[in-house]
């Protein structure tokens, strides 16, 4: 709903200058940034905090993207907490290769779990900046976006009553399903999409990490991926067809797929354990094109989704975050509007180079298995490429790390 006004005759009426919808990494960033400004805003979550703050997520930051959390004082729980990662290492053809981006680039990846930083986060904005959050709202609604008086409305979870929040813009940081992006108006935005025709099997197992880094599995059965995410946890990834049933994985089918996917000469042992969470996640792109509408601003996986390939989600919503919350403290504070004005612009050009990345990486990826000798062919010599020149190996090091990461 975007152009009727909500009857506030009838219901509970708030005012704040900014409403942010979603509180994951993205509107808790923008939030706290608008706190620290001192700039009133509300955050409206349809989630309760403790699932947000459990919720298995992302875990992998880009270098420029936690430098800009230490630049806004949101950082100081992740650096002490964070594991570093210099290498990454890929297997195929029944060998193991390391890539050593950071002597390469000198910079580095941070593995710092999403449910982690959102814990700080909201933490942070609630009972240090004193922000106003309200968890567990009902049937939120989005009114009159293209006015200068723009207004939520949602159902209160303790007394069962309609509020409505005023406000002078909305952000948008619901996610891929929220309602902010169903709310934008059909033919006021393009939203450009991308099916990968696979399935990931995204697996959290309760045993150590099997290596010291992430490790890549390019075989003829399927990938396989292995990311840390603390000492007694790791994440997994098998791909499937999309749409499989997780199910049809019990937990000798995912062990016996997982050694024989990330099998090669002189690797160690895989470190097996209970397996706390299968899902099934199908490989999709899309970007909402632009990224606003009237006093809407979308942000995170509201305005783009990008699938974990490359692992680049929570970081496009950081950046996101980044410049819609330095926008609005320069509107609201000095009436300075041209941060809003190219927010954006600015966004799409690092929404579209991390797109295309995991374009590319998911040739290299999903190439080998994909049951076409040609798509195969080309993913070797990628392959050999990035570990045979020494300029491929620098290019892919930077985009790996991230857009700026040498600036």
């Not at 989630?47 to 950082?75: C, K, S």
């Not at 053809?93 to 981006?101: D, L, N, S, T």
């Not at 952000?171 to 309602?179: I, S």
């Not at 990938?223 to 000798?252: I, K, Q």
Request: a negative charge.
């Amino acid at each position: 709903m975007t152009s009727v006004s909500p009857h506030t005759n009838s219901l509970d009426t708030d005012r704040f200058p900014v409403v942010v919808v979603g509180a994951g990494p993205a509107g808790l960033t923008v939030a706290n940034i608008l706190r620290a400004a001192s700039v009133d805003c509300l955050i409206l979550e349809t989630e309760t905090r403790a699932f947000i703050e459990q919720r298995p997520r992302a875990g992998v930051l880009e270098e420029w993207a936690v430098r800009g959390l230490q630049q806004r004082g949101l950082a100081d729980t992740l650096l002490e907490r964070a594991q570093v990662h210099e290498e990454c290492e890929f297997r195929f053809a029944g060998e193991r290769y390391r890539f050593a981006y950071a002597g390469l680039t000198g910079h580095h990846h941070f593995v710092y779990p999403q449910p982690l930083l959102v814990t700080d986060l909201v933490r942070e904005y609630a009972e240090v900046r004193g922000g106003d959050v309200r968890f567990g709202v009902r049937d939120v609604e989005l009114h009159d976006l293209d006015t200068a008086r723009p207004s939520v409305s949602y159902t209160c979870p303790e007394t069962g009553r309609r509020q409505v929040v005023q406000a002078d813009f909305v952000a948008g940081c619901d996610g891929a399903r929220g309602v902010t992006r169903a709310s934008l108006p059909p033919g006021r935005v393009h939203i450009s999409r991308h099916d990968y025709g696979i399935g990931w099997l995204a697996l959290l197992a309760e045993a150590p990490p099997s290596d010291d880094c992430v490790v890549f599995g390019i075989h003829p059965d399927g990938f396989a991926g292995h990311m840390a995410r603390s000492p007694e946890v790791t994440r997994y990834y098998l791909e499937c067809p999309p749409g499989d049933d997780p199910e049809n994985w019990p937990h000798e089918r995912v062990w016996a797929e997982l050694r024989q996917r990330l099998t090669a000469a002189g690797a160690p042992p895989l470190n097996e354990g209970r397996l706390i969470e299968k899902r099934v996640l199908d490989m999709h792109n899309y970007v909402v094109e632009p990224m606003r509408f009237g006093r809407l601003f979308l942000a995170g996986d509201a305005a783009h989704l990008t699938a974990p390939i490359a692992a680049k989600g929570m970081n496009l919503a950081l950046h996101d975050a980044f410049l819609l919350g330095d926008g609005l403290v320069a509107y609201l504070t000095k009436g300075d509007g041209s941060g809003l004005n190219d927010y954006s612009e600015a966004c799409l050009g690092r929404v579209w180079d991390y797109q295309e990345f995991s374009q590319w990486l998911s040739e290299v990826y999903h190439g080998a298995s994909s049951g076409d000798p040609y798509r195969a062919g080309t993913t070797l010599a990628r392959l050999r490429r990035v570990f045979g020149s020494p300029t491929a190996a620098v290019a892919f090091a930077e985009q790996y790390l991230g857009k700026d990461a040498g600036s």
